[in-house]
């Protein structure tokens, strides 16, 4: 149990899922980290280890002093060296091994129980992490306040505070239009709109309730929008815009955003449109330590999607640490969910959250329950096994490999029934398409979805007319020109050339038709030079070590002609 009066920092650092560092005393005592599978633990530095060496009622292993010297030479601790370990002790667990005296001498992660280290007397007992020579715990005697923490930090915040507004008249000046704030109801957003606020201004507030927002996020909206005085302009995303979606684009998933264009990026263009038509100048809490797609945007920037709209952010070289000093400095109220353990705010079921994060949220939202149904439904009609949603999977089209390695670590199969065991469906082959900037990747993307499941060893077949194929029937997908497709029916494609990409998805998209509805009528044959097309069992197939990708064979095909009415953008 930390001190109340303590100032405790929790510093995000990179994790498979989520971790902390947690800054105590101006030291960091040791991070907090989200397992899979596990939940939180807490990895002890030595400063931590060493306030509560005197009162080790558990989790503690006693060596000799002939061990001292090898582990203070950054060794790790063997079962000879071991006196005595609590008796719960466990492989995995994170434990603090003492001296005789009761002194702290490393942190580390247990390699067996407290039973066979005392008991068999070899191996390896404590993987040591941290070390340091035993001393007693000296507590530090300076105060500690929020107010001191301002206090020391203010020359800092005043120079900061002092450039942004500078540079807010400075935009305006530049540029004659109508400003407002884009407001998230994060703590990024606020500390804009509180710098504009500074700045001697008024501006209108700009929410897009996306229809996926936490009712805790819109009334704070309401109510930070009335305490100030401030215009308050609400655009919500259209009725069923997500959840009418879902049926045929499946849940999203970080490297696949199509909700990003349904319920963020089309009210916003349209919001802008209706009240600002002829151009708006918006203050936008963006700050490149968020992400790398971030860290590479200029400060000011047209928006590419909507004529006249100029993005500008105050904050852009300022750290969280920074927002929250300011914030704080204001005396301001900020979003409720940030007290319950969430470091940004968003959609409530935002797949670009940790576990950590989502297990959170869904103790604490009544929408999880509709949620949680249609992904239950969802892996029934896939075939996915119920680690599909305790670890949830939905989140990714192609699990990333460090994810992969730590389930087959913890011994979770993800593999699917059986293709022949998934319902097939028999109407025409149709894509529907979402493209544009993804407001979340800060990049242009096209995520789409076929409306059934694919045979991905065909499709890799025929793509291979397009150019180059990578592909992996195991994990189900199968990539071309940049763009990704997948056993399910999902297409995903990204860069930096709008109309390249469109026009790519198009190819693509072309030939899986091609590749699902050939009716075997040997005119691509026909037009293939170098005899790299057959026809077998009435469909073409392509011989790939003949075919040089030239696409000659792709045009004209009736399976193509026929389903071009049935393409939607």
Request: proline letters at 6%; a negative charge; one cysteine or more.
């Amino acid at each position: 149990m930390v001190s109340p009066d303590k100032i405790v920092v929790m510093n995000k650092v990179p994790g498979l899922d989520r971790m902390d560092e947690v800054i105590i005393d101006g030291q960091v005592v040791g991070t907090l980290r989200y397992d899979i599978g596990k939940g939180f633990t807490f990895v002890m530095r030595m400063a931590a280890a060493r306030a509560i060496q005197s009162s080790m009622s558990r989790g503690y292993v006693v060596t000799a002093d002939e061990a001292v010297p090898f582990i203070l030479k950054g060794l790790n601790l063997m079962a000879p060296g071991v006196l005595k370990a609590h008796p719960e002790v466990s492989p995995g667990d994170e434990v603090i091994v003492l001296t005789k005296d009761g002194l702290a001498l490393c942190t580390g992660m247990a390699r067996m129980t407290a039973r066979d280290m005392t008991e068999i007397a070899k191996g390896q007992a404590v993987k040591a992490r941290w070390f340091d020579a035993p001393a007693p715990y000296e507590p530090p005697t300076a105060k500690q306040s929020r107010g001191l923490m301002l206090q020391a930090n203010k020359p800092l915040m005043d120079m900061r505070v002092a450039e942004a507004i500078a540079f807010i008249h400075k935009v305006i000046d530049r540029n004659r239009l109508p400003a407002m704030v884009s407001f998230s109801g994060g703590k990024d957003s606020l500390a804009c709109l509180l710098l504009t606020l500074e700045a001697g201004l008024n501006l209108p507030v700009f929410f897009i309730d996306t229809g996926l927002e936490f009712s805790e996020t819109i009334e704070y909206v309401h109510r930070i929008a009335e305490r100030h005085h401030l215009p308050l302009i609400v655009e919500s995303a259209p009725k069923g815009a997500f959840f009418d979606n879902l049926g045929y684009f499946g849940p999203p998933g970080r490297d696949y955003r199509w909700c990003c264009k349904t319920n963020k990026l089309g009210p916003t263009v349209q919001a802008i449109l209706k009240h600002y038509p002829e151009g708006v100048l918006s203050f936008i809490g963006q700050r490149r330590y968020e992400s790398e797609q971030r860290s590479e945007k200029p400060r000011v920037w047209k928006n590419p999607w909507t004529p006249g709209q100029i993005g500008a952010s105050p904050i852009q070289d300022w750290t969280a640490m920074h927002v929250w000093l300011y914030i704080f400095s204001k005396g301001e109220e900020y979003n409720p969910w940030y007290d319950r353990g969430l470091d940004r705010i968003g959609c409530f079921l935002c797949p670009a959250s940790d576990l950590a994060e989502l297990e959170l949220v869904m103790d604490h939202t009544p929408r999880s329950e509709e949620w949680s149904a249609y992904l239950k439904g969802r892996a029934e009609e896939q075939g996915w096994p119920e680690q599909w949603l305790d670890y949830a999977m939905w989140r990714w089209r192609r699990v990333p490999d460090s994810m992969k390695k730590e389930l087959e670590r913890l011994g979770v199969d993800l593999g699917r029934r059986p293709r022949e065991a998934v319902e097939a469906r028999t109407e025409p082959l149709r894509l529907r398409m979402q493209e544009g900037m993804s407001p979340c990747i800060m990049g242009y993307s096209v995520e789409g979805a076929f409306n059934r499941h694919l045979d991905i060893g065909r499709v890799a077949e025929l793509l291979c007319m397009l150019g180059e194929v990578e592909s992996d029937e195991q994990e189900g997908w199968s990539l071309v020109l940049d763009v990704r497709v997948f056993e399910e029916g999902a297409v995903i494609a990204k860069g930096a050339e709008p109309e390249k990409i469109r026009k790519n998805v198009e190819k693509v998209r072309r030939t899986v038709v091609k590749a699902e509805e050939c009716v075997g009528c040997g005119v691509c044959i026909a037009r293939c030079n170098e005899g790299a097309l057959t026809l077998q069992q009435g469909k073409v197939h392509v011989i790939v070590e003949k075919c040089i990708h030239c696409g000659r064979c792709t045009e004209p095909c009736p399976a193509v002609s026929f389903g071009d009415s049935a393409f939607e953008l």
